[in-house]
């Protein structure tokens, strides 16, 4: 016992070092993939409203910009309204649609912490489990796709962004529905890549990337980028995909949440059909 | 001032600057401009690796639950604090250091803040992206991103003490 005593006290800056370092990297390796706690994020409600604070201060700077674009998207919803619509015919009523169901609703936040060069980049909301957002939700912009939920409290989330390692959402291109995945691996927050296509397939420079649904997380049809770059990976049968994402990370402001209404039935199907193989 | 106060309120503040300030600039290609090891430097040379690692684990604890980063703050400044005491010996004057006189550019020179500084500031960077990017065929990219980062990671630690830290009065 005395000499264990004597080891501890010889070694004791080391361990000391080693317990700490221990610490540091467990939380690290665990957090990176699936967070358990918000309390160490800025999901938090403490670091939340220190980073409200400092976005109140520094949303003007790009005040004009997402303007711009959330006058784009007006004029893009107005075009939907009645009003912009002549009357051809009268006498026609308008009866309840019992073809189309609501599937998706959205929620608004704002960006009040965002990173677009590190290796994982996480984006923090002002939107939290009080208005009904949960992990695993999708997130978009007007102009594109932005995330995933990765970390919920009850007024802040981070998003995992689409500028993370794995996000694994499926995406395909638009024109031929050929599917992949997205991944991003590069410092460039402008370029990512689409993984998964096999080269037998052609692909059109300048087409569009757009999202493929399934999962639930997202609707199918959402803007994901445009094809810039292909080139054959080599020694395998897939084509290395580069491509600009609609959405600029650098100046993002309001996102918009989804909610996919039909998402618990299409889990408990999907459970049903595993369960029986 | 008393010590304690004074290193308190730098602790605050070295954590609100980094999470605040720094962590905001992006200036891509991956470089990342980090101020905080210049605390756990500044600290009197006599205190003890023991109260230094706890610090340091607090600082960068704080650190990482402001930047999302989990845990990678804390792990490059432990790395950092552990070798601090190898570096000062091996650069070390011969008659070995004033307690009293706190490690800053002004008191040790620039030609042994540099060279002390600057290589425990690359070990913590090292760490830093290699812990970051978590694969070792990227190797190029991690020194890539260590070589951007330093020098300006350094040229702010040494403006830093030309804006706050007190020069010492000329006897």
Redesign the interface.
Same mark, same amino acid.
Request: hydrophobic share 40%; charged share 15%.
């Given at each position: 016992m005395r000499n264990f005593i004597a080891f501890i006290r010889h070694f =004791? /800056?080391i361990l %000391?070092?080693a317990l %700490? $370092?221990g610490? @540091?990297? !467990?939380?690290?390796t665990t957090? /990176?993939q699936f967070?358990r706690s918000q +309390?160490?994020? !800025?999901a938090?409600s403490i $670091?939340g409203s /220190?980073?409200s604070v =400092?976005n109140s201060l520094?949303k003007h700077f790009s005040l004009s910009e997402n303007n711009k674009i959330l006058q784009a998207e007006n004029i893009l919803l107005h075009k939907t309204l009645p009003h912009s619509f002549i009357k051809l015919e009268n006498g026609l009523t308008k009866i309840n649609d019992t073809l189309h169901r609501l599937q998706y609703e959205y929620t608004p936040a704002v960006v009040i912490n965002s !990173? +677009?060069?590190? @290796?994982?980049n +996480?984006i !923090?909301i002002n939107t939290g489990s009080k208005q009904g957002i949960k992990r695993g939700m999708g997130v978009f912009s007007s102009e594109g796709i932005v995330g995933v939920i990765h970390n919920v409290s009850p007024h802040f989330s981070?998003i995992k962004s689409c500028l993370t390692e794995k996000l694994n959402t499926a995406i395909m291109l638009e024109e031929t529905g050929q599917d992949g995945f997205l991944a991003w691996n590069g410092?460039? @927050?402008r370029t990512g890549l689409m993984t998964g296509v096999s080269n037998d397939s052609k692909i059109k420079e300048k087409a569009r990337i757009v999202t493929r649904g399934g999962a639930g997380i997202f609707p199918r049809g959402l803007p994901v980028g445009i094809v810039d770059k292909y080139e054959v990976i080599e020694g395998e049968s897939l084509w290395n995909i580069t491509f600009k994402f609609a959405v600029d990370f =650098?100046s993002l402001q309001n996102v918009y949440i989804i909610k996919n209404l039909l998402l618990d039935e299409q889990k408990k199907i999907e459970a049903l059909t595993e369960g029986n193989e | 001032m008393n010590d304690i106060l004074k290193y308190s309120l730098r602790f605050i503040a070295v954590i609100l600057a980094q999470a605040l300030v720094l962590n905001q600039i992006e200036l891509g290609q991956g470089v990342q401009l980090m101020i905080y090891p210049l605390f756990i430097f500044l600290l009197p040379v006599d205190t003890s690796i023991i109260y230094l690692l706890i610090i340091a684990f607090f600082l960068g604890f704080g650190i990482d639950i402001f930047s999302n980063t989990y845990g990678l703050h804390t792990s490059s400044l432990l790395i950092f604090t552990m070798l601090r005491p190898t570096f000062l010996r091996l650069f070390s004057s011969r008659d070995g250091y004033d307690s009293m006189l706190e490690t800053n550019i002004f008191n040790m020179g620039n030609f042994w803040f540099i060279r002390t500084f600057g290589s425990l500031l690359f070990m913590h960077h090292l760490w830093f992206f290699m812990l970051e990017e978590f694969k070792f065929n990227d190797i190029g990219y991690i020194l890539i991103k260590t070589i951007l980062s330093l020098p300006l990671s350094f040229l702010i630690c040494i403006l830093v003490q030309y804006l706050f830290v007190n020069k010492p009065s000329s006897k």
């Open positions: =004791r /800056v %000391l070092f %700490l $370092q610490i @540091a990297l !467990t939380w690290y957090f /990176v967070p +309390y160490l994020t !800025t938090s $670091q /220190v980073l =400092r520094t !990173t +677009y060069s590190k @290796a994982n +996480y !923090t981070v410092p460039d @927050a =650098r | -």
